[in-house]
């Protein structure tokens, strides 16, 4: 018999005939794209569940995030300071809109950017910063809107990781000037591929509706230079379907990363990330620290677990600035933290339907 694979999150489904019965008007209509019935109603049932004023639906948090940076309009060369503890999306977002990307060192608390440090790595070539609420940990919000208030800076979140969270009861979306959302398979809320920008201003809205729509706004007319970057009525209605039963999947996740919790806080090095008392939060990772014990390393569990089957994840390891892709042209000696963390942590299996036993047994083989 095969050996029982365990991976590090399983893409959460509504059950098989509630899709099915759902996409059946499409057979009727054969509108499957170009902003149809279904993408503007999950844009409306969004908005309502993330508290916030409008979003924009796009094909992945990938292009979200590319287009909202463009849509800016920024010089080629400015910088925009950013963290290196991401995953490289963030970063290749900056990078092919011939921006630079200029890294800060992050928190050992949460893994999210050193607000501490901002200040210190503005020039005059800086636009934006954009940070990145990793695993679900909230930046420190209010300091860095008072620093790009104070420095007349845009802020770009990506919220990947933080769908449906709450920061002192507000929607995490409503903060900065943007919030990015990705609705990818592997993230708590998936549309199968998906991505959303979160918009305070009704005119980025549309500026971003040029962008995803090859800046069409009619039969004869094209008003901006746009791409092509439109969520589908397929993965609309998915979205739309998951978004019924999200409340049963958090409360799943939280059970699974509550009892992670209960079998590991007491191991002698391993630690966990600072939890937020002010935060609501999604459960959508779990993430532990490995500190280095007796020649025992992150890298060991990792590769035990490999063995036996489990499909842990070195999120995020090595630093988006130290990937080969950019010729080291980016890298900073100055990120300690960040590489001490990233030397650290490790992201076990969590997803709706993980079953008790398998935790345990994962846990069993980490110990």
Known sequence: MEEKKIFVTRSSMPPYEEYIEAIKPLWDSHWLTNMGEYHQKLEKELCDYLQVPEISLMVNGHMSLELTI????FPEGAEIITTPFTFISTTHAIVRNHLKPVFCDIKASDGTIDETRLESLITEKTVAILPVHVFGNICAVEEIE???????????????????????????????????FSFHATKVFNTVEGGGVVCKNHALYEKLYNLKNFGIRGEELVSDIGANAKMNEFSAIM???????????????????????????????????????????????????????????RDEIYDRLIEKGIHARKYFYPLTSDQECFGRQY?????????????????????????????????KEII
Not at 151 to 173: N, P, Q, R, W
Not at 273 to 279: I, L, R
Request: overall charge negative.
């Open 331 to 363: 890298q900073c000696e100055e990120l300690t933290v960040a590489r001490e963390v990233s030397d650290q942590v490790l992201c076990l299996p969590i997803y709706e339907g993980l079953q008790e036993e398998d935790v345990r047994s994962i846990v």
């Open 146 to 180: 008072r620093i790009a208030r104070e420095h007349h800076l845009k802020v770009i979140y990506d919220a990947a990781h933080a769908f449906g969270e709450t920061y002192k009861g507000v929607g995490i979306g409503n903060y900065g000037d943007v919030s990015i």
């Open 70 to 73: 463009q849509a800016f309009g």
């Open 239 to 297: 979205g739309l379907c998951n978004l019924r039963h999200i409340e049963q999947a958090l409360e799943s996740r939280r059970q699974i990363e509550s009892l992670y919790h209960d079998l590991l806080k007491d191991m002698d090095g391993i630690r966990f990330f600072d939890e937020n008392p002010d935060v609501k939060r999604n459960h959508a990772y779990m993430p532990i620290l490995v500190q280095p014990k007796d020649g025992k390393s």
